[in-house]
């Protein structure tokens, strides 16, 4: 079975930088996209970034400028990277990837999540 699991989440100082991980495994056969969302207490997930198989990239406002994603196709791996941190982003990372599988069986997969808790 395809899975992903994040990495990298902990607390931070407001302005500073965390780096998260996204591991895809499995009988793979091609990943279309990879994508960030985020989950604060109370409120509903929502995307803050995809990345495509052709390396287009798509944010949400609050995070451009600050946030970059990357993948690195050889290790089906995504990185968030976060700069300039504020208290609202603190809350629970997660990794989603369309994959289709060897099978040629189309699958969303989500990760467990990471938590970022970013001080004042």
């Known amino acids: 079975q395809v899975q992903v699991v994040e990495s990298g989440g902990g607390l931070v100082q407001s302005g500073g930088s965390l780096r998260l991980s996204c591991a895809a495994s499995?009988?793979?056969?091609?990943?279309?996209?990879m994508g960030w969302y985020r989950q604060a207490p109370g409120k509903q997930r929502e995307l803050i970034a995809r990345?495509?198989?052709?390396?287009?990239?798509i944010y949400a406002d609050s995070v451009k400028g600050r946030f970059t994603i990357s993948r690195d196709n050889a290790k089906n791996t995504a990185y968030l990277q976060m700069n300039s941190l504020e208290p609202e982003d603190t809350a629970v990372y997660y990794c989603?990837?369309?994959?289709?599988?060897?099978?040629?069986?189309?699958?969303?997969?989500w990760g467990q999540g990471t938590l970022v808790t970013v001080s004042s």
């Open positions: 499995g009988s793979i056969f091609r990943i279309n996209f």
């Open positions: 990345i495509s198989s052709g390396e287009s990239t």
């Open positions: 989603n990837a369309a994959v289709v599988a060897v099978a040629r069986t189309t699958l969303e997969v």
